[in-house]
């Protein structure tokens, strides 16, 4: 076998994968970190490194001496783009770390995007690089030009000065993990700028003499570039992302095994098949389909073992187990499910057409299941009227039954709470009496019921906790990752911090509410926090009190129906917030005036509370805006 074939053929594999890699890195960072202003010019010089490799590869398979010209002169598109890109991202990085640029850096970087397009429009007159050298040479390659030489010196001033950013930005960053990754990058972006040059045309007859060092040498430097544009990718992917190191290592790893690794690998595989001849090539579109169905089924079995054992660190219990209770959620369609199989088992076993299984939450009926038809229950006897009832008549086991209509109503209370109702199973009730078994198993029956709604109403506990916590989380992680370059900068920053969300809110209208004409959660809220109410401060004298109790009247009278007061639905959200916490008003006059129920009446007057939360926090958001566009305003006068 010649061994000057083998590494050509090596040499054009690597080509072909680096070309893979680098358009999908430019993928990663146009999907996950696009607004970043490092991760935008990582992605350009992925771009150009495309264009190179891309160019290299096609123009070593091709025949016509005309297209293998075109392809040659397409790679020099990212061959004279590089500078730019360089300086571009050095510039970006150095500003992350705190040295924005005060307009000279700006300028030279457009500058060397003007000068890398006038060599781009010297191209087609072949003036930057001839036309297509083929004999007597070892590869063949474009012919130099004496502009080419004044674009080399461009191409390496550009360079130095990229790598005199990345050093003053290694040397601002002073956490050990910043510089770590300042300096994965600065080695990582030392292959594109080494491995992108074309240094043929300018050894073109030492390679002719010594065509095994020169390929030898071409190999090593693709391998080298392969390996370390995924190293550059790396310490980009922490640009710009509030998530924690775990999930953009992860994310990072599965990209590149799913996509370049897995896409170069059948490449390299299919081509090898295809150029060992008849009949060996017979094999190459089943050696590319189990290729690429091996690879996958490698990566979904083993890629939960090492994210076990080297991201998830000391916390990888903790994570795993999180990450098994997305496989183990239990949904709504779930429990209706198996609610419909418990019914139908019931029906079963007593013999009956008709039964159904209501599910309730804070504002009344969630969802209901039934089988064999209609149930003829309308919700407003569901759910206002099963309280008053729930004691009476027979009990079976630990569960309360009671006749309604054609039913037998059986409420299902949450454990140790009688006024907790999670739900109820109405069955039709049977024409004969029941007997031992029956009993029994209809007990179980609903005993399975019962288990399923308190398992879901923990299970919500739990998403509602992680809903309260998620705010703060992203928060901290977003302080965290901001850290990473500026830790000075961001963390002394004097911008307001005041995290808003509707959870949060909703707790300090409540509590704001319920002392409407007085108390301390009124006078020491956290509302006094928000700016409406700061600036409501000086239409009351400075009386924080006024102040917050103004913002809570406007809150509720922004929700208020348009009309004469009425007694409908429409306006039962305001009736409440008005007669309860402006009037302040007993509960039980309340839900007399209003026709419910007093169970009934603290769903919905939870509902009016998160309206009135929601409110504010479009009001405090209005304000904000126009408190910095008062700002900008007045800036540009003191600076007129």
């Known amino acids: 076998m010649n061994f000057l074939l083998v590494l050509q053929t090596i040499n054009q594999l690597l080509a072909a994968g680096i070309s893979i890699t680098a358009f999908s890195l430019l993928l990663y960072a146009l999907t996950f970190n696009l607004k970043d202003r490092v991760a935008r010019s990582f992605a350009f010089i992925m771009a150009c490194v495309v264009a190179v490799f891309v160019g290299e590869s096609v123009a070593g398979v091709v025949s016509s001496q005309t297209w293998i010209e075109r392809w040659y002169q397409f790679q020099w598109i990212g061959i004279i783009f590089l500078p730019p890109a360089y300086v571009l991202l050095s510039d970006a990085v150095l500003a992350t770390t705190g040295r924005p640029s005060r307009g000279r850096r700006t300028k030279l970087v457009i500058a060397t995007f003007v000068i890398s397009g006038l060599f781009l429009l010297t191209i087609p007159f072949s003036l930057l690089v001839g036309p297509l050298v083929t004999d007597n040479v070892v590869a063949p390659h474009l012919e130099r030009t004496n502009l080419t030489w004044v674009f080399s010196a461009f191409y390496i001033l550009s360079m130095i000065w990229a790598w005199v950013n990345f050093q003053r930005a290694y040397h601002r960053t002073r956490t050990r993990s910043g510089r770590r990754r300042i300096g994965y990058l600065i080695a990582g972006a030392l292959a594109p700028a080494l491995g992108s040059f074309p240094y043929l045309l300018f050894g073109s007859s030492f390679a002719s003499v010594h065509p095994y060092v020169f390929w030898l040498t071409a190999v090593t430097s693709n391998t080298l570039v392969s390996g370390l544009i995924i190293i550059m990718a ?61 690879m996958q089924y490698m990566i979904t079995m083993f890629s939960p073992i090492w994210e076990r054992w080297f991201l998830f660190g000391e916390e990888k219990n903790n994570i795993t187990l999180l990450q098994n209770l997305e496989e183990r959620l239990f949904t709504t369609d779930d429990l209706k499910q198996f609610l419909e199989a418990v019914l139908a088992a019931i029906c079963d076993r007593l013999q009956v057409q008709r039964a159904f299984t209501a599910s309730f939450n804070m504002t009344g009926l969630d969802y209901l299941v039934s089988v064999g038809g209609q149930t003829g229950i309308q919700e407003e006897d569901l759910s206002h009227n099963i309280l008053e009832i729930a004691n009476t008549e027979d009990i079976i086991g630990e569960f309360e039954l009671f006749s309604w209509g054609e039913y037998w109503i059986i409420p299902l209370f949450s454990e140790g709470n009688q006024d907790d109702l999670l739900g109820l199973v109405g ?191 479009e009001m405090e958001k209005q304000a904000r805006e126009g408190n910095k566009k008062s700002s900008l305003e007045n800036d540009k006068k003191m600076l007129q």
């Open 427 to 617: 069955v039709e009730i049977p024409g004969e009496d029941f007997h031992g078994d029956q009993k029994e198993a209809f007990h179980i029956l609903i005993q399975r019921a019962y288990q399923a709604l308190e398992d879901r109403k923990y299970q919500q506990q739990v998403f509602t906790s992680i809903e309260d916590l998620t705010p703060q989380m992203i928060r901290i992680q977003s302080l965290r990752a901001a850290t990473r370059y500026d830790g000075t900068g961001v963390l002394s920053s004097a911008t307001n911090d005041l995290i808003l969300d509707e959870g949060t809110l909703t707790e300090w209208v409540r509590d704001a509410l319920s002392d409407y004409w007085g108390g301390p959660d009124l006078s020491e809220s956290p509302l006094l926090q928000l700016e409406i109410v700061q600036n409501a401060l000086d239409e009351h004298d400075g009386i924080s009190v006024r102040a917050v109790r103004s913002i809570l009247r406007e809150a509720i009278d922004k929700i208020r129906p348009e009309g004469t007061r009425r007694f409908t639905l429409d306006w039962v959200l305001y009736n409440i917030l008005e007669m309860k916490f402006l009037k302040g008003q007993k509960v039980r006059d309340v839900a007399k005036r209003l026709a419910m129920s007093e169970a009934n009446l603290y769903r919905k007057q939870k509902i009016a509370i998160e309206v009135v939360a929601k409110t504010i926090l």
């Open 234 to 294: 790396y310490a980009v992917a922490f640009f710009g992302v509030p998530w924690p190191d775990r999930v953009v290592k992860r994310r990072l790893i599965k990209w590149v095994m799913r996509g370049p690794i897995t896409a170069s690998t059948v490449l390299a595989l299919t081509t090898l098949i295809r150029r060992a001849g008849e009949p060996i090539a017979f094999f190459s579109p089943v050696v590319m389909a189990g290729t690429f169905l091996l």
